[in-house]
């Protein structure tokens, strides 16, 4: 079974440009999340989806920061402008709504984000 | 709110040494719980969950974690480390229900192994 998949593995950009990171998540797996690592913390969820609707996005600064998943498949999370505060490892993750899975979230490897 | 500590923020053992790494929750019922490794330039892998039952459970890699509710800890430990070992591991905890599914992780324990 392939993982969770995650592109492009690292990006740098100038501050105030814009950035999309793409994932894929295990096939058939309905709920779709993506967190943000600072160096030095643990992941932090910005948005989770059901399908291809909106969970929780509470934590999801939303004057910079989208994401969309159209086809309740694969996802796109874009920044625009990027701030040097937004350089982390960008996590995706995935998990299927059956009950014997308990929901279990599979990790993609990340993109890796410096803003200059 | 839900929350995680990891009191240790940096941990060095000796290979072939025990290994505890603590971790404390706030959580208003019953949670559910993990453990998360992650080695350099990699992702999340699950090292085991905690959801109900028996409150000793076992993981991958030789892995074990006891959940605690008086003292509101899932602290893991392992009898023997491997250098293999060496990586970043986070505690975390999720609501037990509805159908936000939020992990709350910790800030990490990194663990070096001596040879």
């Known amino acids: 079974e392939a993982g969770v998949a995650q592109s492009p593995r690292y990006k740098i950009i100038e501050k105030r440009q814009s950035v999309a990171f793409w994932c894929n998540p295990i096939s058939g797996h309905a709920t779709l999340y993506w967190y943000q690592q600072i160096l030095g913390q643990g992941p932090k969820l910005l948005i989770q989806f059901q399908n291809n609707g909106v969970v929780d996005d509470s934590q999801l600064p939303k004057d910079r920061f989208s994401a969309e998943r159209l086809k309740g498949v694969d996802s796109t999370l874009k920044i625009q402008p990027a701030k040097l505060e937004d350089s982390a490892v960008y996590l995706c993750a995935s998990s299927s709504i059956w009950l014997r899975s308990y929901n279990e979230q599979f990790f993609g490897p990340g993109t890796r984000l410096t803003v200059l | 709110a839900q929350s995680v500590t990891q009191p240790d923020i940096h941990i060095t053992v000796s290979e072939g040494a025990s290994l505890e790494l603590r971790c404390n929750y706030s959580?208003?019922?019953?949670?559910?719980l993990f453990w998360y490794v992650q080695s350099p330039g990699q992702g999340l892998q699950l090292l085991l969950k905690?959801?109900?039952?028996?409150?000793l459970v076992q993981g991958i890699k030789g892995f074990e974690a006891e959940f605690k509710r008086s003292q509101s800890s899932f602290n893991l430990r392992k009898p023997s480390v491997h250098w293999s070992d060496a990586a970043e591991y986070f505690c975390a905890v999720r609501n037990s229900g509805g159908s936000n599914y939020k992990l709350t992780f910790g800030k990490g324990t990194l663990l070096t192994v001596n040879p």
């Open positions: 905690y959801f109900s039952g028996d409150t």
């Open positions: 959580y208003g019922a019953t949670p559910y």
